[in-house]
Each structure stands twice: as structure tokens, then as C-alpha cells.
């Protein structure tokens, strides 16, 4: 065999053990998944009351900050009862004043013995009335305050507007989502591991992140919670062995990765659901 071929053999023996080499180390120090994902405060806004939508201010994709308004309910309505209330309240908040002073002026005439008992009995409880009436038209008009507040549909956060179904002239109905918001306070990684591979999994174990969509990017990690139940358990129909045709399979255990060199402009780029592949430390 020439010079030449023994140095060519030599260097692919020797390439082989070190790729051998790379995967025995990769074993022994970490437990690696690709079945794992990029996780983020997602939540479908719906209006908390029932009228006709007058104006959607964002459009899907959209940035928007905490308090801003979203989506906009004719509030004409809201706005009346408020009204009417307020000037409720103005009446007999004038009656409960009025009430309170006779109410005061007999107690002291009461306590040296100007006046008879029952004088006092009639002043007391016609106080207590209007006391009553005062306070139950309060929380009335605070109720019809914050019924005409939440005809503007808000945005929770700092996020983005990543689905939209509402409409100009469409009815808002309590609780039928309107908007698909996605926050931009935070990202975190949710790792589906197998069971075998738990025991080397711990609370603060660190962990490398390799994101898909950016072309492997790595970012470092820390587990920060692990599941108590295998994902099958919390399924619609969750697997019953006792029915006689149980057969094993390996159950994979959800583990919460906390991202711990994010930067504020990764946000953008770690978009909820992205894949990723997930190696924790031993």
C-alpha cells in the first residue's frame, strides 16, 4: 500500500473516531428530543358584553402595546343606562344627606331627652333606608361605569395579533372570541421526554435549544418544571389498560424549559409552536 493510501485510510479511521467519539460523549453527558416546541402566552380575546362592533383597530400580524384599544362596541346604549343611574344617584345621594342630618339632629336631642322614642326610631330607620337605597344605586352606576368600559375590547399586554374574526357591524357576543393575541412578555420551551430518559432529567438541570427556523440557532436553558403526569393522561380519551388490550409503549413526560439568554428582539423570532430540539445536561 502506497504512502498515500495509508495517510488517507489514516485520516478517515481517524475521522471515525472522533464522529465516534462525538455521539459517545453526546450519550453519556446529555438526553436529547426533537419533540418539543416553543411555547408563549396565547389567549383568544372575546368581548365581556353583547352589541354591534363599530371598529376593529389592528389587523393580523400586528404589534400592540398593553391598554390598547382593539376592538370598539357601540356604547350608546352602555352610555344611557350610565347616565340615567349617575342622575339616580345625584337624587337620592341629596335625600341620604338630608336623612343623615335629621338623623343626627334627633340623636342629639334624643340623648337629652328632647324627643321620644319613637321620633327617633322613625329618623333611624328612614336613614337606614335611604343609607340602603344609596349604596345599592352605587354599585349600580359602578356596574354601568364598567360595562361602558369594557365596550373596548383592550389588548392584556405587550403582544401581537396573530388571528383576527371580528368585524365592522358584527354582534359581539360574551365570550365568543373576537381575536387571537399571542404576549410578548416571555418564551419557554415545553420538551416532550420519554420516561427512560427522566432520570437524569432534574429542576435547574441546564439545556441547549436548537431552533428549526432559524437554522439551528442555539439559545441556553434551564428546566424549570416537570410534569406529573405523562401527556396521554390529560387527553380527551386517555388510554384505559385495563380493557385487555394493553400494550406498552414508552410515555413521553412534558418538561418545561425556562430560555435564559433571550434578547428583546427574539421575541419576534420565537413565534409559539415553532419545533425545536432540546439537549439537558446530565
Same mark, same amino acid.
Given at each position: ?21 462525538? %455521539? ?221 388490550? %394493553? ?36
Amino acid at each position: 500500500m502506497s504512502q498515500k493510501r495509508k495517510k488517507i485510510l489514516g485520516g478517515v479511521i481517524a475521522l471515525l473516531v472522533l464522529i465516534a467519539g462525538f %455521539f459517545v460523549v453526546e450519550h453519556l453527558m446529555y438526553v436529547s428530543t426533537d419533540n418539543a416546541q416553543i411555547d408563549a402566552n396565547t389567549v383568544m380575546l372575546a368581548a365581556k358584553l353583547s352589541g354591534y362592533i363599530t371598529q376593529v383597530n389592528v389587523d393580523e400580524g400586528q404589534a400592540v402595546k398593553k391598554g390598547d384599544v382593539l376592538v370598539e362596541i357601540d356604547e350608546r346604549d352602555y352610555n344611557n343606562a350610565y347616565q340615567q343611574l349617575s342622575n339616580q344617584l345625584v337624587s337620592v345621594e341629596a335625600r341620604r344627606k338630608d336623612a343623615e342630618r335629621n338623623f343626627r339632629r334627633l340623636q342629639e336631642l334624643y340623648s337629652k331627652g328632647a324627643v321620644s322614642q319613637a321620633q327617633f326610631d322613625t329618623a333611624s330607620a328612614s336613614y337606614a333606608e335611604v343609607k340602603a337605597q344609596y349604596e345599592s344605586l352605587s354599585a349600580q352606576v359602578a356596574q354601568a361605569q364598567l360595562n361602558l368600559e369594557n365596550t373596548k375590547v383592550r389588548a392584556p399586554s405587550d403582544g401581537i395579533i396573530a388571528r383576527k374574526s371580528a368585524q365592522v357591524g358584527q354582534l359581539a357576543a360574551p365570550g365568543v372570541p373576537l381575536l387571537g393575541f399571542v404576549s410578548s412578555d416571555s418564551r419557554w420551551v415545553i420538551a416532550n421526554f420519554k420516561e427512560t430518559d427522566l432520570e437524569d432529567i432534574h429542576i435547574g438541570s441546564k439545556a441547549t435549544v436548537d431552533v428549526d427556523a432559524l437554522g439551528g440557532k442555539s439559545y441556553k436553558g434551564e428546566v424549570i418544571a416537570i410534569s406529573p403526569a405523562t401527556g396521554a393522561t390529560f387527553t380527551l380519551l386517555p388510554p384505559d389498560n385495563a380493557t385487555g388490550n %394493553f400494550t406498552k409503549v414508552v410515555q413521553r413526560v412534558p418538561v418545561k424549559i425556562k430560555i435564559v439568554n433571550m434578547a428583546d428582539s427574539d421575541l419576534l423570532l420565537l413565534r409559539a409552536g415553532l419545533s425545536v430540539i432540546v439537549k439537558v445536561r446530565k
